[in-house]
């Protein structure tokens, strides 16, 4: 059962694209296609606009809250080929940084694991995939990865950050050798994975499985487990649970969790990555949880005017 | 169910929050290359259609009971019942840990009449329609949980035995039947019962419900106001009196009493077919149900209200040795002769039939999908699991059903301002998944205050969590440095460890310094001991400090040497050897010569080190203050110099 606790009036003036929350859940950053980024106060159910954001020439995209340890920090990207990054200074938002090495529309944005540093993913239209990485007293250093998909990126999504041999003790003060990775879904019908080496970036992994434009990955947050979890979902209305199970990280499997009548356009795992929430066709948002036996059931819809929300026995699949 | 969502051609978009998912209405067309025109039609579709209304971001939640106040009770008393249980004796076995795990199901349920109570008073005090509304809601379900509860204790907890089972089911229902309570007070607070128009309803009751000597009681009032009756009336006396019922001790066994009570049975027979009762219909449908008639009973219907009461009474009439297995047969039958092909049976009534069935598995189930929250599901469980009654059901992560659902529970408590501290404890009790939900959870606590801070810290210490430990440390820290307090960010970078941040914040102490001629801080700085060693910076920091301080002390010689230290060892940044440089300059004009001559040599070599090496020399001699400065300097130290030569040169004595 879910219910509506909050409604926030953003007063958009056009279609909202993008709405995240920050670590916390205190505060919302939207972002519309009347090109302005609003972020607002949403504690104990209110709604206080704190900031109007402007800078962007056209739609804008998606937004994504950096990890709080480095601020108050938010990246945006739009059809106008930019991606900025804004920052919270003496309670004031204001551009830090703008990134305009992109030929075409930047369509997703994604900051790594805290543990890495400052990092931000971005995908674009023109088929390339840029990292920025802060480096200090406002620099941002940018690695390129040109033609990560033919015809364009349509999402990143940054896999957690997990020490290799992390059972065996660092010595305290010493920085761990992270293994940096991170999916991508494109116009290609496929869903890539990256790994950085040497300081280079890498494509390890080809995910084959859809028959149209990969609209949106999500990488899932690590349980403690040693297997990787990606969803992926496509224009053919398609959603696929890719599951690696050994620490190489070179065996993906593909599970279709199932095939909606439209296109599906957003996948994304709760924190504790047991519900999968799906956007697709038929207005509806569906929760989806693993049982017993592997199987995907979906849980409850959110469905849009049509009354209240049927939650469908996941256990059926349950008893054996 | 998301109101006010136009349901045209509109598509939702989401996101997750740490607790709440975001849905807002849009319009999916990204402009991809190709597609823009697929896009464009989406979009102008859609404006056409009244744009306007697109504007809104809906914060939609699962799980909202823990924000009621009137639960908090029941989740901060079920935590400490709970947690009591965790730690409770193992090694008890047999009987006194059944008592004990008895125990415990008893005070979870009282715990859930105190917030039952607590509810009523809510509605009953409050003028607001809705809120009352609500309340009495809650309290339905409250009622209903402690029912379900109740009675899983009595078949699963307990496991009464025949002989006992009928005895706990029938305290059962006449604990949770009440709809007939306020008739039953009625007619007893009445000046002559017998006369009331209920009397006989309520003399049924108690009969219904196997009370026999308020029901007797009663009926003695009934025969002093009829002598007719009267011999009518000590015979149905007598045999109610000698009624076999189980009892609870052991003084006789299942066979005695059920040769008993087919004797006894046997007797109210004989009576009834000998017309004893024909004269008064409401005594003979008493004898009548005495003998467990079904239809007899089944005419009371109202007075019974429910199926599961019906089948009590039919198995006190009927089969009182009744065997917890034989539970089902009867259920099921009654149920269906209850209910009658009228009305067909509600989510509570197939919990409890699934728990008469023994089917416990199914029981959590349905309370899982029919409840809001998972308080219910996940206690219970926990019980269940105790009284090694849950085989290891393996859901997909490998963690059981008991682990599953305190996940659930506790992960819910996380997104409430001070329940998450409940949901910690809860945590730690699950073995597999705990942890890792702990680390995942806690790092989302918004640090809204210092304390807040420093008590999710603990919990991370306390769990040796340096992940999270650090992760926080570092948040506070950029938090107090946006705020611009240097110290708090300086203590908070150093208890994260982070080198790096240390060194910003020191360089800002610094640059303070140089701009406003004091440090802030002072205790701070002057206490850092070993921490100090964290990064260059900091040292320098505490070492300069410790120059001020040596030198409002006095100890100039002591000063002078670490001045000089700072500069040689390159402790010192670079940047700030001209602010040393300037600091050392009242140590060279004072009457005593204070540096030696090796010591001024060092100095004068770093000054021409710091002039000559400088790349922005130009910048340097453009500078009149600059400029100045150098010159003074040199003209100090030469003539420190002179003296110091002059000085050491000199035999003493002589």
New interface residues.
């Given amino acids: ?21 920050d ?4 505060r ?1 950053a ?1 972002c ?2 009347d090109r302005s980024v609003k972020i607002f106060d ?1 504690r104990n159910g209110g709604q206080i606009l704190i900031a109007d954001l402007r800078g962007h020439e056209g ?1 804008v ?1 998606q937004v994504a809250w950096a ?6 920090i938010l990246a945006s990207c739009s ?1 106008d080929r930019k991606v900025i990054i804004w920052k ?3 309670g004031t938002w204001e551009k830090t940084y703008e990134y305009t090495g992109h030929d ?2 930047v ?1 997703s944005v994604c900051w790594a694991p ?2 890495y540093g400052l990092i931000l993913a971005c995908g674009s ?1 023109d088929g390339a995939i840029s990292l920025l990485s802060y480096t200090g007293d406002g620099q941002w250093e940018v690695k390129k990865i040109s033609n990560a998909h033919t ?2 990126c ?1 999402a990143v999504s940054w896999a957690p950050a997990v020490v290799p041999g992390s059972l065996i003790e660092q010595p ?2 010493q920085k761990p050798n992270y293994i940096k990775r991170f999916a991508s879904g494109g ?1 290609d019908n496929l869903v890539k994975i990256w790994k950085e080496e040497d300081g280079q970036w890498k494509e390890e992994q080809k995910l084959e499985a859809h028959s149209d ?1 990969v ?1 949106d990955v999500a990488w899932a ?5 040693p297997t990787s979890t990606i969803a992926s979902c496509s224009q053919d209305g398609r959603v696929f649970i890719w599951t690696c199970d050994d620490a190489s990280g070179t065996s993906w499997s593909p599970k279709l969790l199932h095939k909606f009548n439209d ?1 599906v ?2 996948v ?5 990555a ?1 519900i999968l ?1 799906v ?3 038929d ?3 569906t929760l989806w949880k ?5 199987l995907w059931a979906c849980i409850s819809d ?8 049927s ?1 469908v ?1 996941e ?1 059926q699949q ?2 054996q | 169910l998301v109101p006010g969502a136009d349901p045209s051609a509109r598509q939702l978009c989401f996101a997750w929050g740490p607790a709440e998912v975001l849905v807002c209405e849009t319009l999916f067309g990204r402009a991809g290359a190709g597609t823009a025109a697929r896009a464009l039609t989406g979009s102008v579709a859609g404006a056409g259609e009244g744009a306007p209304n697109s504007s809104r971001v809906f914060v939609v939640r699962k799980d909202q009971d823990i924000y009621i106040q009137t639960l908090r009770k029941l989740f901060n008393e079920s935590h400490g019942i709970f947690m009591g249980l965790q730690r409770s004796e193992e090694e008890l076995a047999g009987k006194s840990r059944k008592a004990q795990l008895v125990q415990v199901s008893k005070n979870y349920r009282s715990v859930i009449r105190a917030c039952m109570e607590d509810m009523h008073q809510a509605a009953v005090s409050t003028r607001d329609p809705a809120l009352q509304g609500q309340y009495s809601t809650q309290v339905s379900i409250l009622s209903a949980m402690e029912l379900i509860w109740n009675l899983c204790e009595i078949l699963f907890v307990e496991a009464a035995a025949a002989g006992p089972l009928l005895l706990r089911l029938l305290d059962w229902v006449r604990l949770h039947v009440c709809d007939v309570d306020s008739m039953v007070r009625e007619v007893l607070s009445s000046e002559s019962p017998s006369k009331h128009k209920l009397f006989w309803n309520v003399v049924d009751v108690f009969v219904l419900q196997g009370r026999m000597d308020e029901a007797r009681h009663l009926l003695s009032k009934e025969a002093t106001a009829n002598p007719t009756s009267m011999n009518m009336y000590k015979i149905l006396d007598d045999l109610m009196k000698k009624m076999p019922v189980p009892s609870l001790g052991n003084t006789q066994t299942l066979t005695e009493l059920e040769l008993k009570w087919q004797h006894w049975h046997e007797e109210c027979q004989r009576y009834l077919q000998d017309g004893t009762f024909a004269s008064n219909p409401h005594m003979e449908s008493i004898c009548k149900i005495l003998l467990g008639d079904e239809d007899a009973i089944l005419e009371k219907k109202e007075l019974m209200t429910t199926w599961y009461h019906f089948l009590v009474t039919r198995l006190l009439y009927s089969h009182p040795t009744v065997k917890p297995l034989e539970l089902r047969f009867y259920a099921q039958s009654s149920m269906d002769l209850f209910l009658g092909g009228e009305s067909s049976p509600e989510p509570l009534d197939m919990i409890l039939m699934a728990a008469f069935e023994f089917e416990m598995h199914q029981v959590i189930k349905e309370c899982s999908i029919v409840l809001s929250n998972w308080w219910f599901v996940a206690h219970l469980t926990d019980l269940l699991d105790h009284c090694k009654l849950l085989q290891s059901h393996n859901l997909y992560f490998g963690s059981n059903m008991r682990e599953f659902l305190l996940l659930e529970y506790a992960s819910g408590l996380f997104s409430h301002h001070s329940l998450w501290q409940l949901g910690v404890d809860y945590f730690d009790h699950c073995p597999e998944y705990g942890r890792v939900y702990l680390e995942l959870h806690i790092e989302r606590i918004p640090l809204s205050t210092e304390q807040k801070a420093l008590k999710v810290l603990r919990i991370c210490e306390q769990r040796q969590m340096h992940e999270q430990v650090r992760s926080i440390c570092k948040i506070m820290a950029m938090k107090a440095l946006r705020n611009n307090r240097l110290g708090s960010a300086l203590s908070w970078s150093i208890r994260a460890k982070d080198a790096a941040f240390a060194t910003l914040i020191s360089d800002r102490f610094l640059k303070d310094y140089c701009e406003r001629g004091c440090f802030s801080d002072l205790d701070l700085i002057d206490n850092l001991g070993p921490s100090m060693l964290l990064s260059d910076r900091l040292t320098f920091l505490g070492k300069y400090r410790e120059f001020h301080r040596l030198y409002g002390e006095k100890r100039f010689p002591e000063a002078a040497r670490l001045l000089l230290t700072l500069m040689t060892a390159h402790i010192a940044p670079c940047s700030f050897w001209m602010t040393l440089l300037t600091d050392a300059l009242p140590l060279l004009e004072q009457k005593e010569v204070i540096f030696s001559a090796e010591q001024t040599y060092e100095l004068m070599r770093c000054l021409e080190d710091l002039t000559a090496g400088n790349p922005d020399k130009q910048k340097f001699q453009d500078d009149d203050v600059e400029t100045t400065k150098v010159e003074m300097l040199r003209l100090a130290l030469a003539r420190n110099l002179a003296r110091v030569i002059v000085k050491e040169g000199t035999v003493e004595g002589s």
């Fill in positions: 059962q879910v219910s509506v606790i909050n409604t926030v009036d953003t007063s958009h003036e056009d279609m909202i694209h993008d709405a995240q929350m670590y916390y859940g205190t919302l939207t519309s296609s949403v739609p995209w990890h709080p340890m480095y601020g108050n059809y919270e200074e003496n075409s529309s369509n805290h543990d239209s015809i364009g349509n305290s003060g116009c434009w609209r947050p690590s349980i403690g487990l296109v356009w957003h994304s795992w709760s924190i504790t047991n929430a956007s697709g066709g207005n509806k948002v693993e049982s017993v036996d592997g959110v469905n849009k005017g049509q009354g209240g929300v939650a026995t256990g349950n008893e």
